[in-house]
């Protein structure tokens, strides 16, 4: 075992399938002699040359759609967002050529491609280095969605994602980029539809993903010190969702509160819910309940911004209501 | 009317062409001019859908630039896709039966008019919004270099040809794209066809400088403008930058000032575009013009052009029988396509 820094545990994963397949290479802003804005391919270009540690211009667009021409005809790019969010100026290219190429030219063409990089709200960066772009892309047929949240997952998720033949979105968190694990020191790979149960409860079942995972943790420590055992369910996948755990966790608990960070507005919630009435109804004892981020541009104030993710207490206080409805 | 630019002049005799060679060219063009005849036709009697954007009057680019190229190199083409399918290779019938939506299509009837694919001859789309292709094209290239220099494969000597519009080079990702492909050399063409209309857009009202090929000058790249109604022109100056590319010397920028004869799209009353300037280009009818060649070179004789012309319309005709013979995709296969693993 081997204690890593997620940032670190990504470099490796990166770094053992460009050993292990020649066909894999990385592009972005900053990603080669700069090392990447979070140090995730740092020194890599030495090791594997400029042109599998591409420097691209500023032109995220277009070196996406490079991306994916590149995928058409072989290889296997790995995009990095320098911030996710830079990634709207790709939404052509992310949606209707990584998305839907494959269909459209009837299953002529298959992109492997993984874009992957820093999302979610962090410390005071402002609106726009401050989104949760899976709810918007979500709605893309052919995209996989994942978000990793631990340094251990994190490797072996993006092993897999390398691996994939399709189109992977894969969402770091800004924040989560220092958390360690011990990580085995034989290879792993994870599945990327599968969801993690972290903490198995019975009471009732929190869904979460991403940063919200170490939040929804953290208010379990006062829900157990009330007697409350409640089963925290980190999605991975946030598309296809994993309906066989998340299913078997609700005919258990028969309650389910989704923990987001993406707005309440067309968010991975709105979806969860949406499927959770469609085919399981009958088990939920009490309507659905979801914390989301406010529906406003993320605010620069401190104060005003951790007004606007959800914060443990709400998370806390949103379960003993829950559990307080009488059926 | 806008004074027309003046076509540069093109001496046949600077490149000599073989009989056989001739007859590819002309056999390619015919067989686009009269497929996208055939579409019209379709349309109009309603039995094709969508949007449906013919060719006509451009097939001199085509023709000229696609058959400078290796069977194995790479085409990319915008929602005016039809001929450059047809001349990488796809054939007729597949085409066809991808605009009758058929299983049979080259892109299984998902694609449509402005989608077709097809993998096995290298045709890396038909891309329906402006610029979308031209990074696909540069991915594609980008690969070819990859392949020769970070993966050492001497014979990764593919070039790539990335078709689009007048309208299409006022949009970022020409920029951005002619940038990328000079900063690492990629064996890349840009093929402008500048038909000076963008639907109702006259090319001199978008644009604060109209002769294309000399914005690749900022990049350091080479940018030429060629008569592109007429085939031997647009061939010889395909030829000069296919073999640039492939020798690792990078790309080129190609203007061919051409013509649409027919409206942008079928459902265009086209109703901005002058008769005078009409009549003008159709005087330059690219087919015709090359007919009159090759007459005059002795290299065919007016009979052999006619048993071309018919042997194309009879696979043309039977193309159509076999699109309309074809079997709709099954609707069990509704999601079959969108992962890899369908």
Redesign the interface.
């Known amino acids: 075992m081997a204690e890593t820094l997620m940032f670190n545990a990504l470099r490796e994963a990166i770094d053992e399938e460009m050993a292990r397949d020649?066909?894999v290479?990385v592009l972005g802003e900053d990603v080669g002699h700069y090392g990447g804005s979070y140090k995730v391919t740092k020194d890599l270009h030495q090791k594997y040359?400029d042109?599998?540690v591409l420097d691209?211009?500023i032109?995220e667009?277009?070196?996406?759609?490079?991306?994916?021409?590149?995928?058409?005809?072989?290889?296997r790019p790995i995009i990095e967002g320098m911030n996710m969010g830079f990634l709207l100026l790709a939404f052509?290219?992310i949606a209707?050529?990584a998305g839907m190429?494959?269909?459209?030219?009837?299953?002529?063409?298959?992109?492997?491609m993984v874009i992957r990089g820093p999302g979610g709200v962090g410390r005071q960066l402002g609106a726009e280095h401050s989104q949760r772009l899976e709810a918007y892309f979500q709605a893309v047929?052919?995209l996989k969605i994942v978000a990793c949240s631990t340094a251990y997952n994190a490797k072996g998720l993006l092993k897999a994602a390398i691996r994939?033949?399709?189109p992977v979105l894969f969402f770091e968190h800004v924040l989560l980029y220092n958390l360690k694990d011990d990580l085995p020191n034989h290879e792993y790979i994870l599945p990327l539809d599968k969801a993690e149960v972290v903490r198995p409860g019975k009471d009732v079942t929190i869904l979460t993903y991403s940063r919200m995972r170490h939040h929804v943790m953290q208010a379990t420590k006062g829900l157990e010190a009330k007697g409350i055992d409640p089963e925290v369910i980190d999605l991975i996948s946030l598309k296809p969702l994993d309906f066989e755990t998340i299913g078997a966790s609700i005919r258990k608990t028969h309650r389910v509160i989704v923990v987001e960070e993406c707005m309440k507005t067309g968010g991975i919630g709105a979806e969860i819910i949406a499927s959770i009435n469609d085919r399981l109804f009958d088990e939920l004892d009490a309507p659905v309940l979801r914390l989301s981020s406010q529906d406003i541009p993320t605010p620069y104030n401190g104060k005003l911004e951790s007004l606007t993710i959800v914060q443990p207490k709400q998370i806390e206080a949103a379960v003993e209501k829950m559990l307080a409805l009488k059926v | 009317m806008v004074q027309e630019r003046t076509l540069p002049q093109f001496q046949a005799a600077i490149a000599p062409i073989t009989a056989a060679d001739a007859l590819v060219l002309y056999e390619d063009m015919t067989l686009g001019r009269l497929f996208e005849d055939k579409c019209a036709e379709m349309y109009y009697r309603g039995k094709m859908f969508g949007f449906v954007h013919l060719y006509n009057g451009q097939e001199a680019v085509s023709t000229g630039v696609i058959k400078s190229l290796r069977s194995d190199d790479?085409v990319?083409s915008t929602y005016r896709d039809h001929v450059h399918a047809l001349s990488a290779g796809v054939p007729a019938r597949n085409v066809m039966a991808e605009l009758f939506g058929k299983e049979t299509?080259?892109?299984?009837?998902?694609?449509g008019s402005m989608?077709l694919?097809?993998?096995e001859h290298n045709m890396?789309?038909g891309?329906?919004?402006i610029g979308?292709g031209?990074?696909?094209?540069?991915?594609?290239?980008?690969?070819s270099?990859?392949r020769r220099?970070?993966?050492g494969q001497a014979g990764a000597d593919q070039v790539t040809a990335s078709f689009f519009g007048d309208g299409t080079s006022n949009n970022?990702?020409f920029f951005?794209?002619l940038?990328?492909a000079a900063?690492w050399k990629l064996p890349i063409l840009f093929v402008v066809e500048n038909n000076k209309w963008a639907i109702g857009m006259a090319h001199e009202r978008a644009t604060s400088q109209p002769e294309i090929y000399r914005k690749a000058s900022v990049f350091g790249m080479p940018g030429v403008e060629v008569d592109g109604m007429d085939v031997m022109a647009v061939r010889t100056v395909a030829q000069e930058a296919v073999a640039r590319a492939r020798a690792g010397e990078g790309p080129t920028l190609i203007e061919c000032l051409t013509y649409r004869f027919r409206g942008h799209s079928l459902a265009d009353p086209d109703e901005l575009r002058s008769k005078s300037e009409k009549e003008v280009w159709l005087a330059r009818d690219p087919i015709k013009r090359f007919e009159a060649y090759l007459l005059e070179q002795k290299l065919v004789s007016e009979g052999d052009l006619k048993d071309i012309r018919d042997r194309i319309q009879a696979s043309i005709d039977e193309a159509l029988t076999f699109a309309e013979g074809s079997p709709e995709p099954n609707p069990v296969d509704l999601y079959?396509?969108?992962?890899?693993?369908?």
């Open positions: 020649e066909t290479f040359g042109l599998r691209t211009p032109a667009n277009s070196f996406t759609g490079m991306a994916v021409g590149a995928a058409m005809t072989g290889l052509n290219q209707n050529n190429l494959r269909y459209t030219s009837g299953g002529n063409f298959k992109i492997p047929p052919g994939d033949d399709n | 790479y990319c299509g080259c892109s299984r009837g998902r694609g989608h694919f097809s993998s890396l789309g891309f329906a919004f979308e031209i990074p696909v094209a540069l991915g594609a290239a980008f690969q270099r990859y220099d970070a993966l970022g990702q951005e794209c940038n990328m900063l079959k396509y969108i992962f890899a693993e369908d």
